[in-house]
């Protein structure tokens, strides 16, 4: 067995809307069959019992294929990964399977498919396997890779609302919602959130002098320089004090209820290390954390420092282990607690207690390891939320919005929050940006509070799902045309629009980046783009294959046309079918309350209606079409063609958009045109555009090199009309021949190339269908002939019209091969005269389009 290539599909794709590494594995023929495999199920199971015995879905023999399949998923849910969805697909090159298994965090999946690859040769050669071991080193990956408790509960709540998320970076920083509706938060702190409200909570001295400004009870005390000025700030607001650096988080050096000077200088040292030190009034009373977002008290919690009970057989270190078994508590922030340790400062501590770990506390005897009650060192948290006195929740919230925080942790030190804070001498120690949430997520003890849902609320106000509309074209024709055609429409609606398609990436028009970007990466890039309200995007099926989609669920999906397909024979999808199933992945993943517009006429694409929840919206040139009137008698959404206008019906509803309006479709003469002008026109309707904005934006686009290169534009040479035009399989060359025999001209000439990683039938078919429209062919070789030898392309496409000469209508009178497109041009030119009509085939369009615009410039 040999995985021959893997690839994470980081979207909705052929086979899941999940996440999922699919790899590429051949087998020998030998390992078609793991029960011919003498003692390898067996041996496997020996090693790895949890995988059970592997199965095939189509009841057919259990390859090696079927068992990476298997242990890539079962260590992933040993590991404690919830994850459900795998599957084994036979491809048509014997022994080869395409192996799709889910995945939550990519390098989790991708460690689970190598492990279990090695699980497999372990059991084929007869060697150990570590089991336990990969399983805790997926484990620890996963608690690595996935998002903290805080961020989590935050993506959690946002995916129940509804909102699209992605993160941006291996750590923290998530974005929530698309375009100019997204948000993004870091840990647990908001974009809206400036870096002077964090400079502020990170200088205490400053904060304790915007609280006491705005009447929230402070500690007395200063930054101090030296131990002696600490020990005189000590004497000035009276012992005990505290030690605290003046920029720190987490407890690192704080020490609390000092009574001594030699305590404060230790203490002054240890503070020391992290900055300038500041001296305060200690307060008596617990350790609250009190959860401010946005203009809400969200939760409260009673901290306790890290401590152990004496049963008096245990010592100190031994009861610190036993804790320490609680499988809440690990070394880092992925469990609600952590993990104690016995550091200097916890030393120091039991020093104080004339303790040290080896002591045996007495029973019921509390030992302290930590001033600090952090649940980042160890501490606990007990919920109060529901006993926090209306006072005390003012305050703070008072000081969350004086230093400017929108999620804000407001340390309070009091005997309790029942009561306010001037009552008992109690007061606000500290204000913290980006605060731990875990204490409130899942507490030590009490009830636990949603607080990934307050910040999403904060975040995206009721009904703002964070989406903006997002229309998929995908189809084997029509795809740049009507993505550039409703694009313009949306712009027209006053939308700024970002679209993605075959030329590159455009936002309003401007484009950003050259090339084809009709894959996931490009979708990606426009949903990122902070002033996007809309967004068209061309999906191709090498990107859906490849990765899948770059989105969740799209409001809009136009499939155009399947026909005979193209690019067939890649990828293992051998058959229009196949390539259909492809396709419709964007169908699958529309919103229930979007709607797929799909081409009645197309069998394969009017079946994909029965596998999406959403509306249809049909559209076709035929209005007498059995799927159409079918539709139309339902009182469903239709497009069609009446007599020399664009229908839209809808119940009793009817509008009506002359041919005559809109130039791209010539007067109705282009037929495929007016194809793409509906299927533009019915994903306009879904969106909700105004009729009358319809109607003018149609009338405005012109299929010119501007808004639609390589689409049927035309140039006038030497009093010839010339069309540049970027057909490139079988159902485009039957769309181009029916305008073309339409056209008056004294002779046609055509200009044609191939694109050599095409199956050679596809290739010769395209000369077969344009023979009989056309006089004169030049056949040019471009550069890039992917594959073929040279000459091989031009001696295909000559077979082509071969095949055709002896049948009636054929009219070729003159062929010649010419290397290089451009060459090819001008040989054309040269054989035009007034009257006639040249359709050249580019390939490389820009530079094509170029050369055509100078020689038309340069006609008299």
Known sequence: MEILRTRALRGPNLWTPKTAMLA?????????????????????????PAVGTPTATDNGPVSLAHVLQFAATVLQQEAGVEIGFARTVATPEAGVFQVIVEYKEEAVGRMAMEQAEALVRAALAGQTFATAEVIGQLREKDEHERLGPSTGSIANAALARGIPLRRLTRGSLVQFGWGSKQRRIQAAEVDATSTVAESIAQDKELTKKLLMAAGVPVPFGRPVESPD?????????????????????????????????????????????????????????????????????????????????GDGEHTVRQLVDIVNLDPRRSDGHATSLTRIRLDDIALGQLELQQLTPD?????????????????????????????????????????AQMVGLDICGVDVVCETVERPLEEQAGGVVEVNAAPGLRMHLAPSYGQPRPIGKYVVDMLFEKGNNGRIPVVTVTGTNGKTTTSRLLAHLLMAHGL??????????????????????????????????PEVDAAVLEVARGGILREGLGFDQSQVAVVTNIGEGDHLGMNYIETVEELAQVKGVTVRNISPKGYAVLNAQDPLVAAM??????????????????????????????????????????????????????????????GFQVQNVMAAVAAAWALGIPSE????????????????????????????????????????????????????????????????????????????????????????????????????????????????????????????????????????????????????????????????????????
């Open 609 to 670: 209606s029965s596998t999406t929840a959403a509306q249809t919206i049909f559209f076709s040139m035929d209005k007498h079409h059995p799927v159409l009137a079918t539709h139309r008698s339902q009182g469903k959404r239709s497009v069609f063609v009446e007599g020399e206008a664009i229908i839209a019906t809808e119940g009793a509803w009817r509008d009506s958009i002359p041919l005559s309006d809109v130039p791209i479709t010539g007067n109705g003469r282009i």
């Open 359 to 399: 002591s045996v506390p007495a029973i019921g005897q509390k030992v302290v390891l930590r001033h600090n009650a952090n649940l980042s060192t160890g501490g606990s948290a007990t919920d109060v939320t529901d006993s926090v006195h209306p006072s005390v929740a003012a305050s703070a919230i008072a000081a």
């Open 24 to 48: 590429t594995v051949q087998c020998a023929s030998h390992e078609l069959d793991i029960n011919l495999i003498n003692g390898f199920a067996a041996q496997l199971r020996t090693l790895f």
């Open 496 to 529: 700024t629009t970002g679209m993605t398609n075959t030329d590159g990436i455009y936002i309003n028009g401007r484009q950003i980046e050259s090339g084809d970007c009709s894959g996931p990466r490009s979708a990606r890039n426009v949903l990122f783009h």
């Open 693 to 860: 904005t319809i109607r003018r934006g149609l009338s405005s686009f012109a299929s010119d090199t501007d808004n639609a290169p390589g689409r049927f534009n035309t140039f006038k040479i030497n009093g010839a009309t010339v069309v540049a035009d970027y057909g490139h399989n079988p159902d485009a060359m039957k769309a181009l021949v029916q305008v073309v025999e339409a056209t008056p001209a004294n002779k046609r000439v055509l200009v044609i190339s191939a694109a050599g990683d095409r199956r050679d039938e596809d290739i010769r078919v395209q000369t077969s269908i344009l023979a009989p429209a056309f006089d004169d062919a030049i056949l040019y070789q471009d550069a890039a002939q992917r594959g073929r030898e040279d000459g091989e392309v031009m001696a295909l496409l000559r077979e082509g019209f071969e095949r055709v000469s002896s049948q009636p209508g054929y009219r070729i009178k003159h062929m010649q091969e010419v290397r290089g497109e451009m060459l090819a041009i001008d040989a054309a030119i040269e054989r035009l005269q007034p009257g006639d009509f040249c359709l050249v085939l580019i390939d490389r369009v820009e530079e094509a389009l170029a050369h055509l615009r100078a020689k038309a410039v340069a006609t008299p």
């Open 229 to 309: 000025d600490a020990w005189q700030v000590a004497l000035e607001v009276g012992l005990p004090v505290v030690a605290k650096p003046q920029d720190g988080n987490q407890g690192k050096g704080v020490t609390v209820n000092i009574n001594t000077r030699a305590e404060l200088d230790a203490a002054y040292r240890a503070a020391a290390s992290y900055g300038v030190v500041m001296v305060e009034k200690f307060l008596p009373g617990h350790d609250y954390r009190l959860l401010v977002v946005g203009n809400r008290l969200a939760a409260a919690a009673r901290r306790e420092p890290p401590q152990v009970v």
